[in-house]
């Protein structure tokens, strides 16, 4: 890699709009770096889709992230990283990231916690990534796992507060709140967006656990070790791609980033 490329942008990508809240993370902890931000809506949900499709998917949006000039990729979405991650990492040069150890990490922050439910996509939950990872760690915990497909797409319907998304959270619980859990890892990078819902309906007595600042802060202890952190002055910037695009994005993303982004362009793959 070239001396001056420390300057580059950092790439992200996820299937939509949940990516964003490692970005967020990433600007809190890294408020000099720019970003370019790759989300795939049109062929949003990956969590429904075949373990060979994501990994294709994930490979066309790191391609993409490349031909923007990108120093490093975070894959800011579980279900890519859970079937892609060592793909990426042995396909392409530059540093790539994801976001399933850091939300273990998270998690096994409380070394307290006993019970832990991990809600996510059908395509995260089948992978069994986190259930194997936590078990690897803490052997003795105690892991209910529930894929809730339903809820990507609320979320990207901007219905975060809608009452057809609290029915459907409340269904999901279910088996959840019967297994009894101490912590519910948000093993989607969208749903950290339900956040104070989830909070609400389980009476802020689970600790909500998801994998954005830890992995902003991995990209961090990353950077620093390569000597890759941007020294430029001028003011970083967050260039945002779509590869469809919808109006509910903007919304979403203005409400949720609090930050300047110039206009969401959209590409091809
Ligand atoms: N946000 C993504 C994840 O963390 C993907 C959701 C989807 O497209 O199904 O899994």
Known sequence: ??????????????????????????????????IVYLGDTARLPYGSKSPE?????????????????????????????????????????LPVIGVLQPGVEAALADPHCQRVGIIGTSGTIKSCAYQHALAMRRPDLQIQAVA?????????????????????????????????????????THYPLLKPLLARMLNNRVRLVDSALVCAEQVKVMLMERGLLRVAKAKPKLDIFLTDLSEQFESLAKRFLRADFGKVQRVSL
């Open 1 to 34: 890699m070239a001396d001056t490329d420390h300057n580059a942008p950092l790439g992200v990508f996820d299937s939509g709009v949940g990516g964003l809240t490692v970005v967020r993370a990433l600007m809190d902890v890294l408020p000099n770096e720019s």
């Open 53 to 93: 499709t994501i990994r294709k998917f994930a490979v066309e949006d790191t391609q993409f992230l490349l031909s923007k000039g990108v120093k490093a990729i975070v894959i800011a979405c579980n279900t890519a990283t859970a079937h892609a991650l060592p793909l990426l990492q042995g396909q392409f040069q």
């Open 148 to 188: 809730t497909p339903l809820l990507v797409p609320v979320i990207e319907e901007d219905w975060i507060d809608h009452p057809a998304t609290k029915m459907i959270v409340r269904e999901y619980l279910k088996p959840l709140l019967k297994h009894g859990m101490d912590t519910l890892v948000l093993g989607c």
